[in-house]
């Protein structure tokens, strides 16, 4: 174990690691940070010094705890210059954030003070402790879920967090509740409690959506325990935030799923090899014979749906503010269209407002959340998906338009390649071209002949991916079930 540590940096992550320290056996530690006005204060009793001050510990291991991968650079190249061979005891964030959490004393206690009772067989776990609201993650996680109850696995269950939600009546008693800290990432008190739910699972595997506390708990646990917990890692979005992220904690995971192809591919650009990294497509309700009626009449407004998250306007991942820019861009195109929006968000009200000071009310219709059994009845009802995210893992809501008929207007994120032919049952634009994508929808408006054709092979594409069966065996290969 570290004797000794140099943290450069003290922000959000280091106050984070300082708490982790309080409970280990480690007592030489130090802070340094550039800003002066942060010297000769302390976190969590640890003292921020000058930079300088690194000479005076020349056998201490060095964690650079700053997030942005362009400032660790520079610090680097500064230590190295100014401080020649401290940056051969340097140690990653994620390294350390770990080995603090093996060493902490409450989890040891937790986790070996107790003789564990062995289940007679595997347990499977999934991770929701973000809540079992119906996100796409936590859809398709109790959908999973239940068709395998269904199927007769009983030994599968959710771990979430204490929140009150509505959960399908079979997979009540499978809930694992337990108290997370929202408000701070890898909360340790959040890691405890979660190690306490799954000790008492052993064995088992457990298959992640984050790298969270769920991954790491299982992580932790398979250190003492290492025959008895597998974590299979399920990557739902893409981004190179997130790839770091899954990348910093490579260690914890002994096999990944990919939502996409594309996600799959830059994984293993990043180093991870392709025998530990599969791909899947998540089924959803999509009917074997399409029935659905389209606007063909020139005369009537083409119909526009958009289902899903309203998160943010620019740099957020779903870009409402080009989803307004389009609107503003049919209706100068004087394009006869209604566009509905299922959703909700912390953006939702600023667009109602915008749409009203333009007295487009009338064309734009905000229907908030819906529930997830009326979905298809709602894409059924549209000519057209409409999605400007900047990044997608996969997403499902695309995917449930086009198996429910409706035809995509997308920009080109992770996964829709797999399932658009681009001009032959949808259209890709480019990321943030709000323009092609009205060009697009202005085209389908003036060529309605088109909506049926595209839309039925939209659903031909979308059906033999769809189906539940086909998933429960790829997920009963995974976790080798009969085997």
Same mark, same amino acid.
């Given at each position: 174990?570290?004797?000794?540590?140099?943290? +450069?940096?003290?922000?959000?992550?280091?106050?984070?690691?300082?708490?982790?320290?309080?409970?280990?056996?480690?007592?030489?530690?130090?802070?340094?940070?550039?800003?002066?006005?942060?010297?000769?204060?302390?976190?969590?009793?640890?003292?921020?010094?000058?930079?300088?001050?690194? =000479?005076?510990?020349?056998?201490?291991?060095?964690?650079?705890?700053?997030?942005?991968?362009?400032?660790?650079?520079?610090?680097?190249?500064?230590?190295?210059?100014?401080?020649?061979?401290?940056?051969?005891?340097? $140690?990653?964030?994620?390294?350390?954030?770990?080995?603090?959490?093996?060493?902490?004393?409450?989890?040891? =206690?937790?986790?070996?003070?107790?003789?564990?009772?062995?289940?007679?067989?595997?347990?499977?776990?999934?991770?929701?402790?973000?809540?079992?609201?119906?996100?796409?993650?936590?859809?398709?996680?109790?959908?999973?879920?239940?068709?395998?109850?269904?199927? /007769?696995?009983?030994?599968?269950?959710?771990?979430?967090?204490?929140?009150?939600?509505?959960?399908?009546?079979?997979?009540?008693?499978?809930?694992?509740?337990?108290?997370?800290?929202?408000?701070?990432?890898?909360?340790?008190?959040?890691? #405890?409690?979660?190690?306490?739910?799954?000790?008492?699972?052993?064995?088992?595997?457990?298959?992640?959506?984050?790298?969270?506390?769920?991954?790491?708990?299982? +992580?932790?646990?398979? +250190?003492?325990?290492?025959?008895?917990?597998?974590?299979?890692?399920?990557?739902?979005?893409?981004?190179?935030?997130?790839?770091?992220?899954?990348? /910093?904690?490579?260690?914890?995971?002994?096999?990944?799923?990919?939502?996409?192809?594309?996600?799959?591919?830059?994984?293993?650009?990043?180093?991870?090899?392709?025998?530990?990294?599969?791909?899947?497509?998540?089924?959803?309700?999509?009917?074997?014979?399409?029935?659905?009626?389209?606007?063909?009449?020139?005369?009537?407004? $083409?119909?526009?749906?958009?289902?899903?998250?309203?998160?943010?306007?620019?740099?957020? %991942?779903?870009?409402?503010?080009?989803?307004? =820019?389009?609107?503003?861009?049919?209706?100068?195109?004087?394009?006869?269209?209604?566009?509905?929006?299922?959703?909700? !968000?912390?953006?939702?009200?600023?667009?109602? &407002?915008?749409? #009203?000071?333009?007295?487009?009310?009338?064309?734009?219709?905000?229907?908030?959340?819906?529930?997830?059994?009326?979905?298809?009845?709602?894409?059924?009802?549209?000519?057209?998906?409409?999605?400007?995210?900047?990044?997608?893992?996969?997403?499902?809501?695309?995917?449930?338009?086009?198996?429910?008929?409706?035809?995509?207007?997308?920009?080109?994120?992770? !996964?829709? #390649?797999?399932?658009?032919?681009?001009? &032959?049952? /949808?259209?890709?634009?480019?990321?943030?071209?709000?323009?092609?994508?009205?060009?697009?929808?202005?085209?389908?408006?003036?060529?309605?002949? %088109?909506?049926?054709?595209?839309?039925?092979?939209?659903?031909?594409?979308?059906?033999?991916?769809?189906?539940? /069966?086909?998933?429960?065996?790829?997920?009963?290969?995974?976790?080798? +079930?009969?085997?």
């Amino acid at each position: 174990m570290l004797d000794s540590l140099i943290l +450069y940096g003290a922000g959000r992550r280091c106050r984070t690691l300082c708490k982790m320290l309080q409970e280990t056996p480690i007592q030489k530690v130090v802070i340094v940070d550039s800003s002066s006005d942060k010297w000769g204060s302390h976190i969590e009793g640890y003292p921020i010094k000058p930079p300088i001050s690194m =000479k005076e510990y020349p056998n201490a291991n060095l964690c650079i705890t700053i997030a942005d991968k362009d400032k660790i650079g520079q610090v680097r190249k500064e230590i190295e210059k100014t401080q020649p061979g401290q940056l051969k005891k340097e $140690i990653s964030y994620c390294k350390l954030l770990l080995e603090l959490l093996k060493e902490n004393v409450i989890i040891k =206690k937790k986790i070996l003070g107790q003789k564990e009772k062995k289940e007679k067989e595997i347990n499977i776990i999934f991770d929701c402790v973000n809540g079992l609201g119906l996100g796409g993650v936590e859809t398709w996680t109790m959908s999973l879920c239940e068709a395998m109850i269904k199927a /007769g696995k009983e030994n599968i269950f959710i771990v979430s967090d204490a929140g009150k939600y509505q959960v399908p009546h079979s997979i009540a008693s499978h809930i694992l509740y337990t108290e997370i800290d929202h408000k701070e990432y890898l909360s340790i008190e959040s890691v #405890k409690n979660v190690v306490d739910v799954l000790r008492k699972k052993l064995p088992c595997k457990v298959i992640t959506c984050m790298p969270d506390e769920v991954m790491v708990a299982a +992580y932790i646990l398979k +250190y003492y325990y290492p025959d008895m917990v597998e974590v299979i890692s399920v990557i739902h979005n893409s981004g190179e935030h997130l790839y770091n992220g899954y990348m /910093g904690f490579r260690e914890c995971t002994d096999l990944y799923i990919a939502v996409s192809r594309d996600i799959r591919e830059e994984m293993i650009k990043k180093g991870v090899s392709p025998d530990r990294i599969e791909s899947m497509t998540c089924p959803f309700v999509c009917e074997e014979t399409l029935k659905r009626s389209y606007t063909e009449k020139g005369q009537e407004p $083409i119909r526009i749906g958009y289902a899903g998250r309203m998160d943010g306007m620019e740099h957020s %991942q779903k870009r409402m503010d080009l989803l307004l =820019k389009l609107i503003m861009q049919l209706e100068e195109k004087e394009i006869l269209f209604e566009m509905e929006l299922a959703g909700d !968000g912390s953006v939702k009200e600023e667009m109602e &407002i915008e749409i #009203k000071a333009h007295k487009l009310t009338k064309k734009v219709r905000f229907l908030g959340k819906l529930p997830h059994e009326e979905i298809p009845a709602f894409w059924k009802c549209q000519d057209i998906c409409i999605n400007l995210a900047d990044y997608e893992g996969r997403s499902i809501s695309i995917m449930e338009a086009m198996g429910n008929g409706a035809i995509p207007v997308v920009t080109d994120t992770s !996964g829709v #390649k797999e399932d658009i032919e681009n001009g &032959i049952n /949808g259209y890709i634009v480019p990321l943030g071209d709000y323009q092609a994508a009205a060009e697009r929808i202005e085209y389908l408006a003036k060529n309605r002949q %088109q909506l049926r054709q595209m839309g039925e092979l939209a659903h031909q594409v979308m059906y033999p991916k769809s189906q539940m /069966g086909t998933h429960l065996k790829f997920w009963e290969s995974i976790l080798n +079930y009969g085997g």
